[in-house]
């Protein structure tokens, strides 16, 4: 399994980011697929799950109606668009199949003026 996050960066307040998360080592199109972030000193949280079939489950309330998850099972990649986003956001990025135990590396966003 292996699991390969990008699309993170600097960005101001109010600022968009998208980030993509390409997978490959298993049948992507059968797993629920989650973004989480952690903060510095701050534990891992879930903020968003995606079903196989595309449809979302789960969005952390801080990021709701904000954050999109998303995936596109041809290219085994899972997304997440992020709008108006804030200081509070900032926060390394993962993502994972739900029940398997594997990360990759991380995106770092950082919001800020």
């Known amino acids: 399994v292996h699991l390969v996050e990008s699309g993170g960066g600097l960005v101001q307040p109010g600022g968009s980011l998208r980030l993509s998360c390409v997978a490959s080592g298993f049948t992507f199109s059968t797993y629920m697929m989650r973004w989480y972030r952690q903060a510095p000193g701050a534990e891992r949280e879930v903020v968003a799950s995606?079903?196989?079939?595309?449809?979302?489950?789960y969005y952390l309330d801080a990021v709701k109606d904000r954050f999109t998850i998303s995936r596109d099972n041809a290219k085994s990649t899972t997304y997440l668009q992020m709008n108006n986003l804030k200081p509070a956001d900032t926060a390394v990025y993962f993502c994972k199949a739900a029940v398997l135990d594997y990360w990759g590396q991380g995106t770092q966003v950082t919001v800020s003026s």
């Open positions: 995606i079903k196989g079939n595309g449809v979302a489950t």
